[in-house]
């Protein structure tokens, strides 16, 4: 499994636009780049997914160079409530063992501020 | 559509005393993985289920078993409690065939070991 290394926190003010991103040089042709939210004593919640180029949903991007070898996570006017632990990982959906098991670094922790 | 549930929400256990966990898996879903959380840091992969049988396991000692039954609802159960398995013990459930490798986790049962 590709090792993935991202800040352990950033601060952001409300309305901005906050870019986390991600390291995987190690990255295989069959991994795919996935992105999870996390709020204190919550379970993580699937945020955004992709192989490459960019992806874009309801909530975020996901911008991935032609290499792979990182990502960056997207959230376009960040308010308070997204102040969480953003965690990135890379994985294979068929490592050996069938379905895609997730491999959890220590995350970002973004602190949204008024 | 009902999602993840776990019980108990808290517990709390002597060393040396064995404990069992249940999730209720989302509709649908036929795959259930257990991940393990310790205080600031990211979710640790335990094992996963498939159709009732272990699909994958993590670096984790044979105390920690799982079963997953007919209806894909599953219990994690844990022997000889040691004080470093106090932790926050997520449930996440998935449809392997899905495209999206999306897992759905449930709120947790927080387990504290005295």
């Known amino acids: 499994l590709a090792k993935t290394t991202q800040p352990i926190s950033m601060d952001s003010y409300e309305g901005q636009e906050v870019n986390i991103t991600c390291s995987h040089n190690?990255?295989?042709?069959?991994?795919?780049i996935t992105w999870y939210q996390q709020f204190p004593s919550q379970g993580p919640r699937f945020i955004i997914q992709?192989?490459?180029t960019k992806v874009t949903n309801e909530v975020a991007s996901l911008f991935i160079p032609a290499d792979r070898k990182s990502s960056t996570l997207s959230l376009p006017r960040v308010s308070l409530s997204d102040t969480a632990v953003y965690y990135c990982l890379v994985g294979d959906r068929n490592s050996g063992a069938g379905s895609y098991q997730l491999t959890f670094g220590k995350g970002t922790k973004l602190s949204v501020i008024p | 559509e009902t999602g993840v549930t776990q019980s108990p929400t808290h517990l709390i256990k002597t060393r040396g005393q064995q404990v069992t966990l249940r999730c209720s898996s989302q509709s649908g879903h036929n795959t259930v993985s257990w991940y393990q959380q310790a205080l600031g840091q990211g979710p640790q992969f335990i094992f996963q289920y498939y159709r009732e049988e272990e699909n994958g396991r993590g670096n984790f000692p044979p105390r920690f078993s799982g079963l997953q039954f007919p209806n894909y609802s599953s219990e994690l159960n844990v022997n000889a409690l040691e004080l470093d398995d106090s932790a926050l013990y997520l449930c996440?459930?998935?449809?392997?065939?899905?495209?999206?490798?999306?897992?759905?986790f449930g709120p947790g049962t927080r387990l504290t070991v005295t």
């Open positions: 992709g192989y490459k």
């Open positions: 996440a459930s998935s449809e392997r065939e899905a495209p999206s490798y999306e897992q759905y």
């Open positions: 190690n990255i295989a042709t069959n991994d795919y």
